[in-house]
């Protein structure tokens, strides 16, 4: 829950690197912008479904970790090249 905090921070502060570009740092803010409500909705499901509020950790971390833009642009190239 804290990453989104903490990123924000390093963002006001410019403490993100001067060689990363902004279409990056506003790709892993909107990233974790919806992570916070995420996990309260998970926390709530939590007390009625244990389970199923696991999954949904897992589904966040998966969210958080897969950098699924750029293996979509991967697969737009490969398609546009035929391959």
Request: avoid cysteine; hydrophobic fraction near 50%.
């Given at each position: 829950m804290h990453e989104r905090a903490l990123w924000?921070?390093?963002?006001?502060?410019?403490l993100v690197r001067a060689d990363v570009k902004d279409e990056e740092v506003r790709a892993i803010?909107?990233?974790?912008?919806?992570?916070?409500?995420?996990?309260?909705?998970a926390i709530g499901i939590g007390l009625l479904w244990p389970k199923v509020a696991v999954g949904i950790?897992?589904?966040?971390?998966?969210?958080?970790?897969?950098?699924?833009?750029?293996i979509g642009r991967w697969i737009r190239r490969k398609r546009e090249r035929g391959e």
């Open positions: 924000h921070y390093a963002v006001s502060e410019r803010t909107r990233k974790l912008d919806p992570s916070l409500p995420s996990y309260a909705v950790y897992l589904a966040i971390a998966l969210w958080i970790l897969v950098p699924f833009r750029a």
